[in-house]
């Protein structure tokens, strides 16, 4: 089955740039979106198709995914970006969600 | 805005069925085939994991690893979808989230926007 990586954890400085990669085979030729969840809310989807940002969503964020390797870009990281993030993509039909990444602002 | 909500039985006994109601508020399921609709969890302490989809029609698809115990269904009429999970056990102790599944016009870029809560669900022995 398929299988996405993600760094447990990334660590950042407020005001910094935090990355969070995910890892699959030929991930690039599929599309990457992004959750992000924090303790006793509803998920957020921050990006979809790779690149986009829902309406409402910060310019902080960013995606980009090319490869076998997606990532997602928090510029000007703020204490409210602090969470859990998770990648996503279809294989055969099939969600498949990346191990997650707990980002700690710093 | 819509808004979705899970409710059920928040304990289950092993080897019980496990069954979820997802309400859909400020929307109608009926919307368009542009919109799927689904279940995800996320046992304590682990990652997320994608259980499966359904659309208003009844076309459904599930995760190869629940297939068997796993179906989904959907009542237009009440604005709502269902899960059910047979032969329970400890490993299906988990945060359920029913959410939407946009189906953009790209193939396979499909995204979950709209996130109920969650509930929580333990398996008891």
């Known amino acids: 089955s398929y299988e996405l990586s993600q760094p447990p954890s990334v660590s950042v400085s407020p005001g910094q740039t935090a990355s969070i990669t995910c890892s699959g085979d030929k991930l690039g030729d599929k599309y990457a979106c992004w959750y992000q969840l924090k303790p006793g809310q509803s998920p957020v989807l921050v990006i979809f198709q790779n690149t986009r940002r829902p309406s409402g969503i910060p310019g902080r964020f960013s995606g980009s995914n090319s490869g076998n390797t997606a990532t997602l870009t928090i510029s000007g990281t703020q204490a409210m970006d602090e969470a859990d993030y998770y990648c996503q993509a279809w294989d055969s039909s099939t969600g498949v969600f990346g191990t997650g990444t707990k980002v700690t602002v710093l | 805005q819509l808004q979705l909500q899970e409710s059920g039985p928040r304990l289950v006994k092993s080897s019980e069925t496990l069954s979820l109601t997802c309400t859909v508020s400020?929307?109608?399921?009926?919307?368009?085939?542009?919109?799927?609709w689904g279940w995800i969890r996320q046992p304590p302490g682990t990652g997320l994991a994608w259980i499966g989809s359904?659309?208003?029609?009844?076309?459904?698809y599930y995760n190869p690893s629940l297939k068997s115990r796993v179906t989904i269904s959907v009542d237009t009429s009440n604005n709502q979808f269902f899960l059910r999970l047979n032969s329970v056990t400890a490993a299906d102790t988990a945060l359920y989230y029913c959410?939407?599944?946009?189906?953009?016009?790209?193939?396979?870029?499909?995204?979950?926007?709209?996130w109920g809560q969650g509930t929580l669900v333990t398996v008891s022995s």
């Open positions: 359904i659309s208003y029609t009844g076309t459904t």
């Open positions: 959410a939407r599944l946009a189906l953009p016009a790209l193939p396979d870029s499909n995204y979950f926007d709209y």
């Open positions: 400020g929307g109608s399921i009926i919307s368009s085939m542009s919109y799927y």
